[in-house]
């Protein structure tokens, strides 16, 4: 009998435990709701009801650049950016893996701006990246390749032990997206659509070495595998941005890459004219990253070439899939007249980007 | 590994698990696997060294224990043929031998430890030396290992094998059982000196799950890490910046760095042993306690009675009482006490084995003159107090504050302080710094330059500081608790759910309020470089 | 009685000030292998150590406020601002004539991380410019670590990285150890 009893409150005591630990975790995870919404870019892939022809993945030069929707709109393309802030090479590899449990696409497209890192890199960009992935070998695997010193899987596992000091500086979103989370991004595609002209960009630096670094090499192989495997094209890009600058030592590499493993590889700097694009409107921040007028002629173009050179169906006849990309639209139109709106009245954006305050 | 790793408690955990659903004949196997491995996953080199001194220690022991046997059986066999001038000094030799053999082992051992702590201590000093003659040679560093925890198990077996010398009690005659006593991981880290007699007991005995000594142990671990995490490690930022920057923070600064060092080490300490002793006690052994409230203590030398007592005792049985008695401390004494006189000659012993005493308690805390002196310092104020105890005396009679409260209160403060200056030697980075610096507090003390938003700048925001007075006030009300009964023990006499509930809260403050994980120093326990 | 007690502490510091003296030498020897355990944050202000780039009466070194070298250096040819993604903190470039100089924020403060040599009308003050030779540079800094086409030599928290091209130096670059 006391035998009994002491079980019962020593398990009751474990699930107590066990499930205050879990709210105290969703209070103090950070929610990338408003500001920094790079983290929850991840996680929003999960709620897709469709699949897509096309994916994009690796760091900013994907989800600031090409807009899904336009390729809708134009093309009748469905497709899904799974991009991050500095994601690395091998979090776009283990993206993508993730990405095939879900889907298999026709293409990939994938932006090589990240091979410049060989080594993990930052943890708050692993955490933007990684924390909202579901978990999965991939998820376990990105973080090991992208674990710094200071980190530990465990605290990934339990973001609590890592997060547990936010406990002080909470704020009301915490609570309101406890447990769910709002849309912030558009099939991946992050709208911004205020204006910063082109900026004077410093001399790049001279580099001992501008072999890309194995380890993020083998990262770039394993992906072509992985695609191969699959009967997935991958087309390699750099997308059209001056600045971080893409040294001519490194695109000499990736030429080489491309036509020893019978890929496509476009360096879309050169392009720049013929895409239209204007650096004195289209980038929001001085030349780092496309606005959503640089973003749309971007994708116009990409759309037309992926139309001519692939065998893309054009959905627009399906009624299910229109149905979907209606509501995209919709959400997407509102964005953007919000965003106007805002640029307007303040002449400049005050719930997106940088100056957004979380509640 | 440090305790407050996250391997170490899942270490803990899985060892806990492991240790009950075994058969219990193999608990203490499992125990001593489980600190090689603990030892071994720190650096395996480490491994070297603890074998070395287990196995010597424990082949010395049994060879002193031989000489013994022999002895007795000699005796017994000639009894009748033996005169009484024949047995003395048949005896004599005897002793010889077994002094010849704890020497060896004292020296091979000690040597180990003194060579691996103090040789660059040394070097440094030569060339200090050197350079004072003027010369401009200079020696380079030695790149040494030095085993976690070295200090404590080379005390540890030391102690044993003094006692086995002195026949206090039987070598153990099992090398596992011995070698798990050297090893016992909870202690390796920081300690406490346990003696064999005590541990044994409890040490190799077979376990059965208890659910109130699991609790207890568990509670006690958390209380621990409670200490360390919540306050200790948050703490550390502040005195850091403190200690590193003594231009920036003198006057009252350095007395704000003198409290708050006091109250980290103090976290910091009592909190490691009380994880030391928790996991021990979860599994049903028994561990000396280190600390008995030591803040509490009237004066210095009672403040040292209860403050890391097995490390007092080890220095009071094994230094202290055989420099006091040996022969040429005997002789010291009869001769001063001829020249001198009484008075001042019946100290000089006395002075000279403290001396010693402290001179490496000293040493023993750390290869620097920092601790030296710091060991040094502690010497003179006891000295000093035990010489103006008639003062005192009279003083107490006179104005009959002697048992008053706030008399006791005023008592317990200026220990405190008193220590707390004294400890000062430990921070700064040298010597004369920490003089510049209490001397800077003394003749600077301004209290209104804490007023300013400095306070803030020391790395420790508002809510640290709220947090950190809670932790403080929770810390003493706890202490005030334990004297009359154990906290634990309390809270198991309550209903089931209340004691539950403040297990949880203990719990959910140390995740929450814990200063772990990144951005925040990762302070190794202070003790365990000893 | 408090006075008093005040009294024994400074009597006895002074006492073990003077027993101090007579051990002298060893004042200072306080060897950091047993002076606390503890791995402190230093404060960025008080490390300005390692290799530093000096001109014109200035000395430039990594870690540094950006602030203090603008103070002396005055305004740059060229500046150039961009968010990192994210924003992760606003990285600068500033360009002067003969050597650019890039920062990074920590806690809202711009610290110098990198300042590289651009032309040979600058040198290290060991000496070492645009078109010294590899002989020259060992002279100068010894070995140093070699990685690709450039010699890397580092001291306390700064990088010192020499690239060259063939025998002669192209890029000398001062990093800060991150």
Known sequence: MKKRKIRIIIALFLVFTIVSMWLLQRLVVPKYNKGIVEGAFAAEYYEETTDHDVIFIGDCEVYENFSPITLWQEYGITSYIRGGAQQLVWQSYYQLEDTLRYETPEIVVFNVLSLKYNEPQSESYNRMNIDSMRWSSSKYNAIKASMTEDESMIEYMFPLLRYHSRILDLTADDFKYMFSSEKVTHNGYYMRVDVKPEGDFPEPDILADYTFGENAMSYLDKMTELCKENGIELILIKAPIKWPYWYPEWDEQMVEYAEENDLVYINMIELADEIGLDYSTDTYDAGLHLNLSGAEKLSKYFGEYLVENYDLEDHRNDEELCKVYQEKIDFYNDMKEQQYYELETYGKLISFGAEAIED | ?530 | MKKSFKKVILTAVCACMMAFTAVGCGGDSGSDTGNNAQTGQIDKAESLSGYYFATGGTNIYVNQKMEDVLSSLGEPVQYFESESCAYQGMDKTYTYNSFIIKTYPENDVDYVLSVSLRDDTVQTPEGIAIGSSKSDVTTAYGAGEESGSALVYTKDQSRLTIIFDGDSVTSIEYSAVQ
Not at chain 2, 159 to 167: C, E, L, S
Not at chain 2, 226 to 252: H, S
Request: glycine share 6%; hydrophobic share 50%; net charge positive.
């Open chain 2, 1 to 530: 590994m440090l305790f407050t790793s996250y391997s170490f408690i899942a270490f803990i955990s899985l060892l806990f698990l492991l240790y009950y659903i075994i058969p219990k004949k193999g608990q203490w196997p499992l125990l001593l696997f489980a600190s090689y491995l603990f030892y071994f996953l720190c650096d395996w080199r480490y491994l070297i060294f603890i074998t070395v001194t287990s196995v010597s220690t424990y082949l010395f022991g049994i060879a002193i224990d031989k000489v013994n046997v022999r002895q007795d059986e000699y005796i017994k066999e000639h009894k009748k043929e033996l005169s009484k001038e024949d047995k003395k000094i048949y005896k004599a030799g005897m002793k010889k031998k077994r002094f010849r053999l704890i020497l060896m082992c004292l020296v091979l051992n000690i040597g180990i430890l003194a060579v691996i702590k103090y040789t660059n201590f040394t070097i440094n000093n030569i060339n200090g030396i050197m350079h004072a003659f003027g010369s401009d040679n200079t020696i380079g560093f030695v790149d040494i290992i030095i085993p976690m925890g070295i200090s404590f198990y080379t005390f540890q077996s030391m102690g044993y094998i003094i006692d086995v010398y002195r026949g206090t009690y039987k070598p153990e005659r099992n090398i596992f059982k011995f070698a798990l006593f050297v090893s016992f991981f909870p202690q390796l880290v920081q300690g406490p000196i346990s003696r064999f007699n005590d541990l044994s007991k409890t040490l190799y005995a077979e376990h059965k799950f208890d659910i109130k000594v699991f609790t207890f142990g568990v509670q006690r671990i958390l209380w621990g890490f409670f200490k360390k995490l919540v306050i200790a490690d948050r703490i550390v930022v502040a005195i850091n910046i403190l200690k590193d920057n003594p231009e920036q923070y003198g006057g009252a600064y350095v007395f704000v760095l003198m409290m708050f060092y006091a109250f980290q080490l103090y976290a910091d300490f009592t909190g490691g042993i009380d994880i030391t002793i928790g996991v021990a006690e979860a599994m049903g052994i028994t561990v000396a306690e280190n600390f008995n409230r030591p803040f509490f203590s009237k004066n210095i030398k009672e403040y040292w009675n209860r403050w890391h007592i097995t490390m007092g005792t080890w220095f009071t049985d094994y230094i202290f009482y055989p420099i006091s008695v040996c022969k040429p401390m005997l002789k010291l004494s009869k001769a001063s006490r001829k020249h001198l006189g009484e008075v001042i000659g019946k100290r000089v012993p006395v002075y000279l084995s403290a001396f010693v005493v402290w001179f490496t308690t000293g040493l023993w805390h750390g290869a620097s003159w920092n601790f030296i002196v710091w060991g040094l310092m502690n010497f003179v104020v006891i000295m000093i107090s035990q010489e103006l105890k008639p003062l005192y005396v009279r003083f107490h009679n006179r104005f009959n504050v002697d048992g008053k409260r706030w008399y006791d209160g005023f008592q317990v403060i200026r220990t405190v302080l008193l220590m707390s200056a004294i400890r000062m030697f430990d921070v700064y980075r040298d010597v004369p710094l920490t003089f510049k610096m209490v001397w800077n507090m003394v003749t600077d003390f301004r209290i209104s330059s804490l007023w300013s938003s400095t306070m803030l700048n020391l790395g420790l925001d508002i809510a640290d500081y709220i947090i950190l007075f809670a932790g403080l006030i929770i810390l003493f009300t706890v202490s005030m608790l334990q004297r009359r009964k154990a906290v634990r023990e309390r809270l198991w006499d309550k209903p089931a759910v209340l004691n539950c509930f403040v297990t949880w809260l203990l719990l959910i403050s140390i995740v929450l309020f814990g200063a772990y994980s990144i951005g925040y120093d990762s302070a190794q326990f202070i003790y365990n470089q000893f």
